[in-house]
DNA sequence: TTAGGGTTAG
């Protein structure tokens, strides 16, 4: 806290050279030759001396002086030289070609494209044409300015008056097509120059590096230094570095950097930064900081580099840290540095600092930077200071699609999806992120038919693809609403569009496919993934214990461990609940003891849930009691219901009743429990006990959530609740029902949990949410296809009899998902083998 | 004469 106060409180050293000018010296100094003068000042001393020899009109001697000045490219010395340009000597202008390129070329260096472009013009209709110094000073403007047209109607020029033959006339085209994002241009400029020099090369390598074409930068790089007739530079350098960058490849970064130390070619600081960041993008953060410590804190840019990186990373404390260290060996954080800074107080949510760094933004006069605007709107919104956000928001002049974004992603993270759903309707420009933006919030707000439709309608956009950020939503999305052909479509829109299938997307699609019932799909994908992590191999574990194979769930936690991975508190859930669907008693005992003693995890109390299931599953109720007795924390509602669910399994309806006790206290609003409760007296014919407990659950204003179904129908879900008829097809469903009814299904009245007589009985059951699905998925789909249900609760007895039933009359595969578990239901068997 | 890294939002 003392070492990040100085960042944001600053030091006394700080506050004292703040708002202090710098002073010019005023000083009678003797005049110095024209090429020594650095000042505006000391220029216009060398104008007047010019006067005293009588020369304030000569026009050799004016045109020298507005080159220098020029040279020097700051605003005040650019005007200078303009007003001697507009002056007239001996009623002549000066304008001469000479004069009007230096100008153009000032201009074009200090960013005031818009001015080079005038006098390009000017130059023209004074009838001086432009010569093969003007042509790259101008095109530099046009790269610069993307201004596109007019760098192409200065080819066009430049063609005319052939001067495409100039290897520095090629080179300023190269750069220009390069910077407007026209690299098949670039290229064919490139490929067609009969000779090239290092500035060709580094000109067509930086323009892949800087257009997400990192891998051509790489290649075009290696092959030049094959071609042998020109060496790199530090320049062409800078640029291969920071491709490795992007490419996050480290191997080929490690080449590069022993090839600059081989050839020597010279580590200067912008070099130094690229390093840096190539070694923090490709996650070496202790080379990084060897880097940085060898070159010291007092490189400004490096401290960006650095701190940027850190932030990236989410790693906050240390990108104050350098900033910190910054302030403290004398180096003033920049603009950049406080992008850094702000970024890192957004993400700590933390008002104090964040405000901190919005006064020193002020009192250095950075506030009309839009980035720091950006940044600073985002910081308000996610501290929740709203107001203050659009305050800058609205005194912003140029609202770029990143301010907009900030205010979409601020409302997200303050939970008011509405709000950024109505801002983002009103966007007039959305990029991909503002589209994942969106997608996510709906994903994070269970909204996920939602979701998809946002997805499909932003395929229809131009300009916007999707990406991996897209997908992992969009997955997640699928495998919630167990919508496999919809999984299918987004895996092969994967392929289809190159999106790279890294290990988080790919962890994500396993997932997707086994929570849609696709366990196959789901192994193949884990198996084609490089560089597995335990998330990875955690979503495939779960993929084969939800689909009732728990010994190859099993097998792969082993396989893990074996390569020297090291398991998580995840990991342990994954495999324990395999052990549980699997009745694996004495794997899971095992796996659950060696946690602490082997792995260094402590179990938590989701991993005392875990057994408790487990043993309640295979009988062991009062081993399972016992265990949740010993355990170090104070058991919740979640395990004392793993519990009672147990009990009902097993028809002991005192140990329930106890348990249904505890989590009434612990969890009052948990509506499951009165539920598994009655089920029990149900189950046991305790009818006055049922009654209390529903009772008690009215009077507490709780009621059962409705069971609901999904079923997927040519791409498209179809939702069902118990006892709603209202579906357009209701007849047709009915008529089914009936058909099925007749061939031999037994109703198993013990599902009831109201004491009505077994007409009513029956009409209840027939009317629950995953038969209706059901039977509406067997008249609306083809013979033969699988017929795949989500439910939200769990299945009861009755569907899943009435389910194999209905699997073997029709020959169809029926995947049942639950709010626990799949049933793979085919010929009247079902894959847990009824126990479930 | 021409060429260079890092820069906020998911």
Known sequence: MAMLGSVLLPSPMVLASEGIKKVTTTSSSPIRPLKNCKTVDQLKMFHRSLAKQGLENDVSSITKLVARSCELGTRESLSFARELFDSKGNGESYGSRFMYNSLIRGYASSGLCEEALSLFLRMMVDGISPDKYTFPFGLSACAKSRANRDGIQIHGLIVKMDYAKDMFVQNSLLHFYAECGELDLARKVFDEMPQRNVVSWTSMICGYARRDLAKDAVDLFFEMIRSEDVRPNSFTMVCVVSACAKLEDLETGEKVYAFIRDSGIEVNDLMVSALVDMYMKCSAIDTAKQLFEQYGARNLDLCNAMASNYVRKGLTKEALGVLNLMMESGVRPDRISMLSAISSCSQMRNILWGKSCHGFVLRNGFQNWDNICNALIDMYMKCNRQDTAFKIFDRMSNKTVVTWNSIVAGYVDNGEVEAAWETFKIMPEKNIVSWNTIIGALVQESMFEEAIEVFRSMQSQEGVNADGVTMMSIAS???????????????????????????????????????????????????????????????????????????????????????????????????????????????????????????????????????????????????????????????????????????????????????????????????????????????????????????????????????????????????????????????????????????????????????????????????????????????????????????????????????????????????LRDNNRFHFISQGKCSCNDFW
């Open 477 to 815: 999305a699928c495998g919630h609403l167990g919508a496999l052909d919809l999984a299918k479509w987004m895996y092969y829109y994967i392929e289809k569009n190159g999106i790279e299938l890294d290990v988080r997307l790919g962890t994500t699609l396993v997932d997707m496919f086994s929570r849609c019932g696709d366990p196959d799909s789901a192994m193949s994908i884990f198996d084609s993934l490089t560089n597995r992590d335990v998330s990875a191999w955690t979503a495939a574990i779960r993929a084969m214990a939800m689909s009732g194979n728990a010994k190859r769930a099993i097998e792969l936690f082993n396989e893990m461990i074996e390569q020297g991975l090291q398991p998580d508190g995840v990991v342990f859930v994954g495999a324990l609940t395999a052990c549980s669907h699997g009745g694996l008693v004495q794997q899971g005992k095992e796996i659950f003891n060696s946690m602490e003693k082997v792995h260094g995890v402590s179990p938590q109390d989701v991993h005392y849930g875990c057994m408790v299931d487990l043993l309640g599953r295979a009988g062991l109720l009062e081993e399972a009691l016992q265990l949740i007795k010993s355990m170090p924390m104070e058991p919740n509602d979640v395990i004392w219901n793993s519990l009672l669910s147990a009990c009902r399994g097993q028809g002991n309806v005192e140990m329930a009743a106890y348990a249904a006790e505890r989590i009434q206290v612990l969890a009052p609003e948990r509506t499951g429990s009165y539920v598994l409760l009655s089920n029990v007296y149900a189950s046991a014919g305790r009818w006055n006990d049922v009654a209390k407990v529903r009772l008690s659950m009215k009077e507490k204003g709780l009621r059962k959530p409705p069971g609901t179904s999904l079923v997927e129908i040519r791409g498209k879900t179809h939702e069902f609740t118990s006892g709603d008829e209202s579906h357009p097809e209701m007849p047709r469903i009915e008529a089914m029902l009936d058909e099925i009814s007749h061939l031999g299904h037994v109703p198993d009245l013990g599902n009831v949990l109201m004491d009505v007589d077994d007409q009513e009985k029956r009409f209840m059951l027939s009317r629950h949410s995953e038969k209706l699905a059901m039977a509406f998925g067997l008249i609306s789909s083809k013979k033969g296809t699988t017929i795949r249900i989500v439910k939200n609760l769990r299945v009861c007895s009755d569907c899943h009899s009435f389910a194999k039933l209905a699997s073997k009359v029709y020959n169809r595969e029926i995947v």
